[in-house]
Protein backbone atom coordinates (compact mmCIF):
# COMPACT_ATOMS: atom_id res chain seq x y z
CA UNK A 1 0.00 0.00 0.00
CA UNK A 2 1.48 3.57 -1.08
CA UNK A 3 0.72 5.92 1.90
CA UNK A 4 2.34 9.71 1.28
CA UNK A 5 3.02 11.82 3.85
CA UNK A 6 2.93 15.44 3.63
CA UNK A 7 4.48 18.68 6.06
CA UNK A 8 5.64 21.90 5.46
CA UNK A 9 2.21 23.92 5.54
CA UNK A 10 1.71 27.18 7.46
CA UNK A 11 0.52 30.62 7.56
CA UNK A 12 3.19 33.55 5.86
CA UNK A 13 3.06 36.77 4.42
CA UNK A 14 2.74 37.65 0.88
CA UNK A 15 6.10 37.42 -0.93
CA UNK A 16 7.17 34.32 1.58
CA UNK A 17 8.30 31.52 1.03
CA UNK A 18 7.45 27.57 1.77
CA UNK A 19 8.77 24.24 1.18
CA UNK A 20 6.06 21.43 1.35
CA UNK A 21 7.55 18.09 1.47
CA UNK A 22 5.88 14.45 1.03
CA UNK A 23 7.29 11.20 1.92
CA UNK A 24 6.46 7.85 0.26
CA UNK A 25 5.99 4.69 1.69
CA UNK A 26 4.93 0.97 -0.21
CA UNK A 27 6.65 3.09 -3.76
CA UNK A 28 9.87 4.22 -4.54
CA UNK A 29 10.12 7.85 -6.39
CA UNK A 30 11.63 6.25 -9.64
CA UNK A 31 8.44 4.28 -10.13
CA UNK A 32 5.97 6.48 -9.67
CA UNK A 33 4.65 10.13 -11.26
CA UNK A 34 4.54 12.30 -8.55
CA UNK A 35 2.53 15.95 -7.85
CA UNK A 36 0.96 18.26 -6.31
CA UNK A 37 -3.05 19.40 -6.63
CA UNK A 38 -4.05 22.13 -4.12
CA UNK A 39 -7.89 23.35 -3.37
CA UNK A 40 -8.68 26.92 -2.31
CA UNK A 41 -11.28 27.49 -0.11
CA UNK A 42 -14.77 27.23 -2.47
CA UNK A 43 -12.85 26.61 -5.58
CA UNK A 44 -11.92 23.72 -7.81
CA UNK A 45 -9.23 21.85 -7.20
CA UNK A 46 -6.14 22.45 -9.56
CA UNK A 47 -2.89 20.43 -10.27
CA UNK A 48 -0.33 22.94 -9.12
CA UNK A 49 2.75 20.28 -10.23
CA UNK A 50 4.06 17.12 -11.10
CA UNK A 51 6.93 15.39 -11.39
CA UNK A 52 7.21 11.79 -13.65
CA UNK A 53 9.62 9.22 -12.88
CA UNK A 54 12.01 10.27 -15.65
CA UNK A 55 12.13 13.77 -14.08
CA UNK A 56 10.26 15.88 -16.19
CA UNK A 57 8.48 18.32 -14.57
CA UNK A 58 5.23 20.11 -14.72
CA UNK A 59 3.90 23.51 -13.36
CA UNK A 60 0.69 25.48 -13.25
CA UNK A 61 0.58 29.04 -15.38
CA UNK A 62 -0.22 30.26 -12.13
CA UNK A 63 2.83 29.12 -10.54
CA UNK A 64 5.86 28.86 -12.88
CA UNK A 65 9.10 30.34 -12.25
CA UNK A 66 7.82 30.79 -8.55
CA UNK A 67 7.48 27.04 -7.21
CA UNK A 68 9.89 23.85 -7.83
CA UNK A 69 9.23 20.27 -7.57
CA UNK A 70 12.17 18.40 -6.90
CA UNK A 71 12.68 14.62 -5.42
CA UNK A 72 15.32 13.52 -3.13
CA UNK A 73 15.62 10.11 -3.41
CA UNK A 74 17.36 8.92 -1.03
CA UNK A 75 14.64 10.05 1.08
CA UNK A 76 12.23 9.19 -0.57
CA UNK A 77 10.28 12.40 -0.44
CA UNK A 78 9.21 14.79 -3.12
CA UNK A 79 9.94 18.75 -2.18
CA UNK A 80 7.78 21.60 -3.33
CA UNK A 81 9.14 25.01 -3.15
CA UNK A 82 7.14 27.60 -2.94
CA UNK A 83 8.68 31.29 -3.29
CA UNK A 84 6.97 35.01 -4.03
CA UNK A 85 4.29 33.45 -2.76
CA UNK A 86 0.98 35.37 -2.98
CA UNK A 87 -2.35 35.46 -1.45
CA UNK A 88 -4.13 33.61 -3.96
CA UNK A 89 -1.61 30.67 -3.05
CA UNK A 90 -3.86 29.69 -0.06
CA UNK A 91 -5.02 26.37 -0.37
CA UNK A 92 -5.23 22.95 0.86
CA UNK A 93 -2.34 21.14 -0.98
CA UNK A 94 -1.85 17.77 -1.60
CA UNK A 95 0.89 15.09 -2.72
CA UNK A 96 -0.60 12.57 -5.16
CA UNK A 97 1.50 9.54 -6.38
CA UNK A 98 0.66 7.28 -9.61
CA UNK A 99 1.86 5.00 -11.60
CA UNK A 100 4.27 6.37 -14.35
CA UNK A 101 2.86 6.99 -17.62
CA UNK A 102 -0.80 8.59 -16.59
CA UNK A 103 -1.82 11.48 -19.15
CA UNK A 104 -2.35 14.83 -18.34
CA UNK A 105 -6.05 15.65 -19.13
CA UNK A 106 -6.84 12.16 -18.25
CA UNK A 107 -5.58 10.77 -14.93
CA UNK A 108 -4.14 13.66 -14.32
CA UNK A 109 -6.65 16.57 -14.91
CA UNK A 110 -6.14 20.09 -15.12
CA UNK A 111 -8.95 21.03 -12.73
CA UNK A 112 -11.73 19.31 -10.75
CA UNK A 113 -14.57 19.88 -8.93
CA UNK A 114 -12.62 19.21 -5.53
CA UNK A 115 -9.83 16.75 -4.48
CA UNK A 116 -9.10 13.83 -3.75
CA UNK A 117 -10.44 12.12 -6.33
CA UNK A 118 -10.59 8.65 -7.87
CA UNK A 119 -8.11 8.23 -11.00
CA UNK A 120 -4.80 8.74 -8.83
CA UNK A 121 -3.16 5.86 -7.24
CA UNK A 122 -2.33 7.64 -3.57
CA UNK A 123 -3.39 11.04 -1.87
CA UNK A 124 -1.71 12.59 0.88
CA UNK A 125 -3.78 13.74 3.70
CA UNK A 126 -3.58 17.70 2.64
CA UNK A 127 -1.70 20.68 4.01
CA UNK A 128 -2.87 24.14 4.20
CA UNK A 129 -1.27 26.90 3.50
CA UNK A 130 -2.34 30.44 4.23
CA UNK A 131 -0.90 33.45 2.59
CA UNK A 132 -1.90 36.82 4.53
CA UNK A 133 -1.72 40.43 2.01
Known amino acids: EVRLVESGGGAVQAGGSLRLSCTAS????????MGWYRQPPGQECELVSRIDSEGLTYYAASVKGRFTISPNNAKNTVYLQMDSLKPEDTAVYYC???????????????????????????WGQGTTVTVSS
Open 96 to 122: VADAPGGDYGVSWTYRTTSCPYDDLDA
Open 26 to 33: GVTLDEAD
